[in-house]
Nanobody, 120 residues
């Protein structure tokens, strides 16, 4: 089993930046992909960004150019740097992990989520 704990959410104004962190513990040797999903009120959960071994990344079109995902393998932590935040970025952000080194398969593990609220 893998445990994921997010941090870094909060309330910011439009145009500001925020950095989310997610620390993994447990059977971390099995993880080959990590990333972030988000779910806004009344909407389906959607991919934000994903990273696999080797640093290959995938981003949602809505955040390309504004977000950067990175992973520290020593700290077993994945980060999401979000810049130029918009009110439509308001959502609960979930950290994910997968055993398969793929940018597309469904995650095997989910964190509890951290709220990001962007005011206009």
């Amino acid at each position: 089993q893998v445990q994921l704990v997010e941090s870094g959410g909060g309330l910011v104004q439009a145009g500001e930046s925020l950095r989310l962190s997610c620390a993994a513990s447990g059977s971390i040797f099995s993880i080959n992909a990590m990333g972030w999903y988000r779910q806004a009120p009344g909407k389906e959960r959607e991919l934000v960004a994903r990273i696999i071994n080797g640093g290959i990344t995938r981003y949602a079109d809505s955040v390309k150019g504004r977000c950067t995902i990175s992973r520290d393998n020593v700290k077993n932590t994945v980060y999401l740097e979000m810049n130029s935040l918009k009110p439509e970025d308001t959502a609960v952000y979930y950290c994910i992990a997968a055993e398969l080194a793929s940018l597309y398969v469904l995650p095997d593990y989910w964190g509890q989520g951290t709220q990001v609220t962007v005011s206009s």
